[in-house]
């Protein structure tokens, strides 16, 4: 049976922006004990609908309410512009294309999704910007492309959103700890690292042998 940390996101969530630095370290410590880490989308919004003023100045408060929590930057003049769909399973989906071509892209995808929609401005729900996101993580771009419009990570995608929903997961970022099996809620939301470190060493001196 697997040994892993398996972190349930979704890279158009502020608080997962908020959270990046601390997963990225979590992760780290658990690879150098031998773990791994996978990526699971979690499909924090599915809607064809143009944010209004009202949605817009909504999110800007988690926005504002994240840097304060996290000193994670954003670019709070350019983002959220006019005309926005605030669709996030374009986004989601290219990471489980990522994951299927190279499990460690993923990771690199996802920080440029996050870095290009909260800071640079860019608009992340539109398929272009994805593929080029995807080849500045070193995925090939015509593999990457197909398997984005396909019917299997369309539904690969669906099934990752299932799956959480089926475990009760309803907030990102969530992280779990998987062992034989058996699953261990290390956070559901944001934590500082601080508060998450001992309870990953914890779980680790439990289930890894040293």
Known sequence: MRTRLIYVMDPMCSWCWGFAPVVQALAARAQARGVGSDLVVGGLRRERI?????????TASYWHAVHDATGQP???????PEGLVYDTEPACRALV??????????W????LIQR???????????????LDLAEQAGLPRTA????FDSQAVRDAT???FDWARNLGIAGFPTLLAEHDGQLALLTNGYQPFEALSPLLDRWLEHNVPA
Request: a negative charge; zero cysteines; proline letters at 2%.
């Open 50 to 58: 143009v944010m209004d003023r009202a949605g817009r100045e909504r």
């Open 74 to 80: 954003f670019n709070f003049d350019a983002g959220l």
């Open 97 to 106: 294309a990522a994951r299927d071509l190279d499990a460690q892209a993923s």
């Open 108 to 111: 690199t995808l996802a920080g």
């Open 116 to 130: 290009a929609f909260y800071v640079q401005g860019h608009d992340v729900t539109r398929a272009p910007q994805l």
């Open 144 to 147: 990457f492309a197909d398997r």
């Open 158 to 160: 669906a099934a990752d």
